[in-house]
């Protein structure tokens, strides 16, 4: 693995299965009466948060104070920030402070790459702009993974860990705003380095430029693709980003693109629906759909502390390789 | 410790064979009734195996116990990396499995199983996970071979074959559940350094 995770391009298949095992052996610590683990102790990680977030916050604060690391919640409002501090200035104090580890959530797409030339530790990127969001998609991953039974059930020889399977030849449908969404672009990367199919459906007007390079197939239709997705993935309409006229209304869009309880009849059997959080309710996604068996909504909250706690561990765990 | 190094210290042809499956098969049967002896009757008796040779080895005495005894013995394992106390001294490591009978190991006789014991730090990792676990009885140590030159103040209490060795040497045990066979070998480590 590299140092950093900024990207999740910065995973190979191997890397990206090593996260989702580990994973998996982390996600049974949940069911023990101590939930914690010494192997990070000592060690510093640094939440630094410029834009606002309640669950990706929350989930990397949990998963460091499972492994015993210390944690410093740094956000933009109420620090030096709010009085034009820059983002170097801000990493040199992080710097002397000793820390192992910065997660970084910045509304500037690439702030996290600028930050991992300034600091020793590691970087991680929790959200950058409308550019990655790493941990996101390897949550989304493990929880498909696991969904379809494709996670390491019992043990390896010996009592190693068991290795989980790819996503080999699952049809993933993403389906909304995926111009404005990092999740979307991580999420295309790492299901494609998994051997999933991605299909993203969305209006013209909410692709991105250069959408025809990526990884995946696109189509307007939210009504064909769905008989044909094993994973339905909802994204969030962000009104706060939405400075242009991207769609005639919100109740129009809410027809075409929305995931009511019609529309996922339509899925197959055993077919999932998700979403990142947080969801506007009745947008693009109904209440019936979203506290339906098929969704994983509260899942994916679960199954984000234990892989951020395999990305923690994995980066900081050990030395580095190159040491 | 010789598990940790899955790549380094491949058996070469200078090692020998100091232990072969007819004799793993006796010093297994010796602990058997060891246990039974020192528990008596192996009641309250769970065995952990520590990964990745702790395990099968584990699940042999349970079946041993269970024959002489004719109760069943619960057995599972027990990862120690998330405790080791070298974790900053390599690269991070791949997780074993932590396995634990139904009915826990609080109030019970811990049991646990290595295949070799060396400088006595894998256990003191093992103690550390079990706290985490519960709070058993007591906690007893078996080993299949003990090679000395040990850097805590932990003794086995059980032990298959005492292998006096230098530090030069590594010792490797091979499982059928795990190798395909079942042997204990001794050779001069390469150039990769001992195991530790």
Sequence with gaps: MNRHLISAADLSRDDALLVLDTADELARISDRPIKKLPTLRGRTVVNLFFEDSTRTRISFEAAAKRLSADVINFSAKGSSVAKGESLKDTALTLEAMGADAVVIRHNASGAPHRLADWVRGSVINAGDGAHEHPTQALLDAFTIRRRFGRSSNGPGPGGQAGRGGTLDGLRVTIVGDILHSRVARSNVILLHTLGAEVLLVAPPTLLPVAVDTWPCSIDYDLDAALPKSDVVMMLRIQLERMNAAFFPSVREYSRRYGLDSARMAQLPERAIVMHPGPMNRGVEIAAGVADSPRSTVVEQVANGVSVRMAVLYLLLGGVEADQ | ?196
Excluded at chain 2, 145 to 161: A, F, M, N, Q
């Design chain 2, 1 to 196: 410790m010789t598990h940790a190094q899955p790549a380094g210290d491949e058996p070469g042809a200078d090692s020998k064979t100091v232990l072969e499956q007819a004799e793993i098969g006796r010093a297994l049967t010796r602990i058997t009734h060891e246990i039974i002896e020192r528990t008596r009757g192996a009641q309250e008796v769970v065995l952990l195996g520590i990964p990745t040779r702790g395990v099968p080895l584990a699940a042999r005495l349970a079946a041993g116990l269970e024959q002489v005894e004719g109760h069943p013995v619960p057995h599972g394992s027990l990862d120690i990396t998330m405790y080791r106390d070298d974790l900053r001294l390599r690269p991070a490591r791949t997780l074993g499995r932590t396995q634990v009978p139904p009915d826990g190991i609080d109030g019970k006789i811990v049991v646990l199983v290595d295949d070799v014991l060396y400088s006595g730090r894998t256990v003191r990792a093992a103690l550390d996970a079990l706290n985490d676990l519960g709070r058993p009885r007591a906690v007893q140590l078996a080993v299949l071979v003990d090679r000395g030159h040990r850097e805590l103040p932990i003794r086995p209490d059980y032990v298959g074959k005492n292998l006096p060795t230098s530090q030069h040497e590594f010792v490797r045990v091979l499982l059928t559940e795990v190798d395909g066979q079942d042997a204990v070998l001794l050779g001069v480590a390469g150039g990769t350094g001992g195991p530790r």
